[in-house]
């Protein structure tokens, strides 16, 4: 990639966003950095919660990331990496690696100091397991016992500490004590605000969930000190409110789109926002402005666009982690109602979903206790969020996302003209999801997940779609040449093409109607190889070729069929193996059908279901 190109990309992340990332780093070698010094180490005269028992709970089992259980016999060990047993060093936070290969990646040992057993604890004690609050006890204590400021993994990242502050009052919020005073938890707190309030410039460059988390975190973290009569805690609240509305006008584009062009980290965002919101309500707070509140209620109605109505899932698009702020067990983590349920209700006043009965769609507002309000959202069958790239498109039991390129801020991920296709609630043509941000060594290509072969889309002489800059970073960003669409009551259709940095050209058209999908592509260029993927649901797959130009795949039962018809020779065709991430840290093989071409091409593929 030339200079002009890195300058180009490094201009659409904004200068000033690179030199206060710069700025940071300087802090920390030369050691000017305030969030590398503690100013008091944790007070725990008083305990967080009174003890109700002393019961013990044996084999505790925790979810990590939604999808992996761990079993605890006693409390668990703060710096270990459960997924293979070894440990991370207590250093200064500032000189503990996020790649530190024979540790693994620190999302790992992260995931258990978010603290989200603490809600959990606190909602099986308030269901009537009076000994949870205890275990929730001797928990919190033991680990500012085995985590003193600001040594270990656990203080490297200020969002990572802006959830515990988060998780902490949400149970202060569940048990209705946030107005009772408590030396250990203020204590808690403002040690944490310490070490959040002087990095939240490297968070606020990211232009991500960073920023909305520690704001939140600063300002009612800052609330609560001010309610304990802690001098600092109205400069936090002030801040953090300050920053809340400044990155939910900056990274939520008109339609309600968010700046990371993912589903879990739109909902991640929300849940923040809602959190900051109860809590606000609680107490009675100032109102934030009126400019936040629309942001966020258009940001509801953009994930209610895309949710799949009878199971609650998304299309697994863009960067997935497995965060979940409101990760109650009751909550399945591929569920996204119980969330835009909630925050339909707090900030529209409306339901999102009539099942009034239904308690896995409703669980958030019992345990928030916050009555359903009485009429609903409505929802468009057709809906293009042109802030951000993303279409959706809805005919009778079938759902379309289509995602095209429009880069206001960084993509992480190679999936320009990716389309995602349900039937029925289930998932016929799939992303591919990110398996892990760090090095893994079961699956030891990074780049495979965020990278153009993990969507249904064209690949060009085997590159990506953009060259790439980092590991989270693609540079070169593309815009759409044109775009059209138009929706009626039995057909939507979308057209649109790019071109990529290398002059390849790919156009694509998409006929949605209420019996088959058409997708009509155009490819051009002096490519050697042009590759499209049909990522397919786990099935016994048939393939035919009709003739040179016409191939056919047929599902075990015939209720799906698929044709491929190009103007030109399919020079190589099969069904591989490829690879689908739906939760952190995990993988699985599913069928891809992979066609070949190695001169322009016009292709239709007709997909069919009964």
């Keep these: 990639m030339n200079l002009l190109s890195k300058f180009k990309t490094f201009f659409k992340l904004g200068f000033y966003n690179i030199f206060k990332v710069l700025i940071y780093r300087a802090s920390l070698k030369l050691h000017l950095n305030k969030a590398q010094f503690p100013n008091s180490n944790f007070n725990l005269e008083q305990y967080f919660f009174k003890k109700n028992s ?14 992996h259980k761990h ?24 000189k503990i690696s996020d790649q530190d290969k024979n540790v693994g990646d620190i999302k790992l040992i992260w995931e258990l100091s978010r603290f989200s057993w603490l809600v959990n604890f606190i909602w099986k004690y308030l269901k009537g397991k009076k000994e949870y609050l205890s275990i929730c006890e001797e928990w919190i204590i033991n680990w500012c016992q085995n985590n003193q400021p600001y040594k270990g993994p656990n203080w490297k990242c200020g969002q990572e500490a802006s959830f515990r502050v988060i998780n902490v009052l949400t149970g202060l919020i569940m048990m209705n004590k946030l107005k009772e005073n408590n030396n250990s938890i203020s204590s808690f707190i403002q040690i944490h605000l310490e070490r959040i309030r002087p990095t939240v410039s490297y968070a606020i460059a990211q232009n991500n969930n960073h920023g909305v988390s520690e704001a939140a975190a600063l300002y009612a973290g800052g609330a609560y000190l001010e309610l304990q009569n802690i001098k600092e805690g109205n400069f936090y ?40 919101e109860i809590f606000r309500l609680k107490l009675n707070l100032e109102r934030f402005s009126e400019k936040y509140y629309s942001k966020i209620s258009k940001a509801i109605l953009w994930l209610n666009n895309f949710v799949i109505e009878e199971n609650g899932k998304v299309p697994n698009t863009g960067a997935n982690d497995g965060s979940h702020l409101f990760a109650f067990d009751e909550v399945e983590y591929t569920d996204f109602r119980p969330v835009i349920q909630l925050g339909s209700t707090l900030f529209l006043e409306k339901l999102a979903f009539k099942d009034n009965d239904n308690k896995k769609i409703n669980v958030l507002l019992e345990i928030f206790d916050i009555r359903l309000p009485k009429n609903q959202i409505t929802r468009d069958n057709f809906f293009i969020s042109d802030d951000i790239g993303f279409c959706s498109s809805r005919i009778k039991d079938t759902f ?23 039937i029925n609630g289930e998932n016929i043509f799939r992303d591919g999801g990110s398996n892990t941000y760090s090095d893994d060594i079961s699956f030891p290509d990074t780049n495979y997940f965020n990278g153009v072969k993990s969507h249904n889309t064209f690949e ?12 989270f970073l693609f540079g070169n960003w593309p815009n759409i040449n044109f775009i059209n669409h138009n929706s009626t009551e039995y057909l939507n259709s979308i057209e649109t093409s790019f071109d990529d940095y290398r002059n390849n050209k790919h156009q694509r058209q998409i006929l949605h109607k209420d019996y088959e999908l058409k997708v009509i592509d155009k490819i051009e260029g002096k490519f050697n190889k042009a590759t499209l993927r049909w990522r397919l649901k786990p099935d016994d797959w048939k393939l035919i070729k009709k003739d040179f130009n016409n191939l056919q795949l047929i599902n075990d039962d015939k209720s799906i069929i698929i044709e491929v018809h190009s103007d030109n020779v399919i020079e190589d065709y099969n069904i591989k193996k490829g690879f689908e991430s739906k ?28």
């Design 460 to 471: 060009f002489d085997e590159k990506d779609q953009m060259p790439r800059l980092g590991r």
């Design 54 to 67: 002393n019961k013990n709970v044996k084999d505790i089992e925790l979810t990590f990331f939604g999808y």
């Design 237 to 276: 609240k002030n801040i953090g409110k300050k920053m809340l509305e400044d990155r939910a006008s900056k990274l939520i584009g008109d339609k309600g789109g968010f700046s990371q062009y993912s589903m879990n980290y739109h909902r991640l965002m929300l849940e923040t926002c809602i959190f900051a």
């Design 400 to 422: 379309l996302l289509f995602r095209y390129p429009s880069f206001k801020f960084r993509p992480s991920q190679s999936d320009l003209l990716h389309i995602d296709f349900w």
């Design 71 to 94: 079993s605890f016999e006693g409390i668990p060990e703060w710096n270990k990496n459960y997924f293979n047993s070894k440990y991370l060093k207590k250093l200064d936070w500032w």
């Design 583 to 610: 939760h952190y840290y995990a993988f699985e093989n599913i069928p891809v059908l992979s066609l070949n071409f190695s001169k322009p091409t016009n292709l239709t593929t007709l997909i069919r279901w009964k």
